[in-house]
């Protein structure tokens, strides 16, 4: 039997047809090489390196925290143990809101040094600007809408958007304007379900969604949720399995066998005779 070609690796012209073809596509966080290799095996064909990692990996309290230098190494780390997937960088909070010449740089070096496929940033009017520069670049830019978790310091806490007639409207002129500016794609995060359809009816551009219903063309969440390894997840990330479950278990169970001293068989063994040099000369053996 033949052996069958490599799948090719995904392109925006991959997921373009996906969305003529009606065929929604899944998307998923990865912040290290391994997770990202099982990713792809297991045919997620988009990635997003996000700033999420703050919390997931570093702890920290919000996703404002996540350096841009550790942001790109995550996601190099991913696209090289993921070659296949099209994978997004997130531009960390600093990387681009102090200048559009920075932004530029910043979102360039996500794509020299990051390896990334495109870069996603949290946006609203006041970026179109900054958008449009990045894609006479060649930028491929994802424009995040809706509920932003570099702004929740702003609204006390992570919040909704659009669930206002002015909110909506202003979350189409947005969508329209961001497209206009040469986006490549949107991400809408947290609004109404029919606010999200009327989005995607707007523009000619893929959807990405986060907590934003069935009609979008993408749905991205945090691995950590799905996998239940979080303490808390949003309604539209319940746990598929529990991996916390088992982590603990494996952790107790390891805990165990090292007490009873049953960690399994030592695989290491002197060459024959050193012992016996060794117990000649103890502590002065000649080499």
């Given at each position: 039997m033949d052996a069958q070609p490599p799948p090719?690796?995904?392109?925006?012209r991959s997921l373009k047809r996906m969305v003529d073809a009606g065929d929604p596509f899944a998307c998923l966080t990865a912040?290290?090489?391994?997770?990202?290799?099982?990713?792809?095996?297991?045919?997620?064909?988009?990635l997003l390196v996000g700033d999420t990692a703050a919390e997931v990996i570093l702890g920290l309290p919000s996703t404002i925290h996540a350096p841009l230098e550790f942001m790109l190494t995550l996601t190099?780390?991913?696209k090289r143990a993921a070659p296949r997937c099209w994978v997004i960088g997130d531009m960390p909070f600093m990387s681009y809101?102090?200048?559009?010449?920075?932004?530029?740089?910043?979102?360039?070096?996500?794509?020299?040094?990051?390896?990334?496929?495109?870069?996603?940033?949290?946006v609203d009017l006041s970026y179109v600007g900054l958008v449009s520069r990045m894609g006479r670049a060649g930028v491929p830019v994802i424009a995040h809408l809706g509920s932003k978790p570099q702004h929740a310091h702003r609204h006390g806490g992570y919040y909704?958007?659009?669930?206002?007639?002015?909110d909506a409207a202003r979350l189409l002129e947005e969508a329209r304007a961001f497209e206009d500016a040469g986006a490549t794609m949107l991400l809408v995060e947290a609004v109404p379900e029919?606010?999200?359809?009327?989005?995607?009816?707007?523009?000619?551009?893929?959807?990405?969604?986060?907590?934003?219903?069935?009609?979008?063309?993408?749905?991205?969440?945090?691995?950590?949720?799905?996998?239940?390894?979080?303490?808390?997840?949003?309604?539209?990330?319940?746990?598929?399995?529990?991996?916390?479950?088992?982590?603990?278990?494996?952790?107790?169970?390891?805990?165990?066998?090292?007490?009873?001293?049953?960690?399994?068989?030592?695989?290491?063994?002197m060459r024959s005779g050193e012992l016996e040099r060794m117990n000649r000369h103890p502590g002065s053996v000649d080499r």
């Open positions: 090719r690796p995904i392109t925006i912040y290290d090489a391994l997770t990202a290799s099982i990713l792809q095996e297991a045919g997620i064909p988009v190099a780390a991913v809101q102090v200048s559009d010449e920075e932004g530029v740089r910043n979102a360039g070096r996500f794509l020299v040094e990051g390896r990334a496929d495109a870069v996603k940033l949290e909704s958007d659009g669930r206002t007639a002015e029919v606010v999200a359809e009327s989005i995607v009816e707007s523009v000619s551009i893929p959807v990405i969604g986060c907590g934003a219903g069935g009609a979008c063309h993408g749905q991205i969440v945090v691995t950590q949720d799905l996998t239940g390894m979080t303490e808390w997840q949003p309604p539209f990330a319940q746990p598929i399995a529990k991996v916390n479950e088992a982590l603990h278990h494996v952790a107790r169970e390891w805990k165990d066998r090292v007490g009873r001293r049953a960690h399994g068989e030592h695989p290491y063994r």
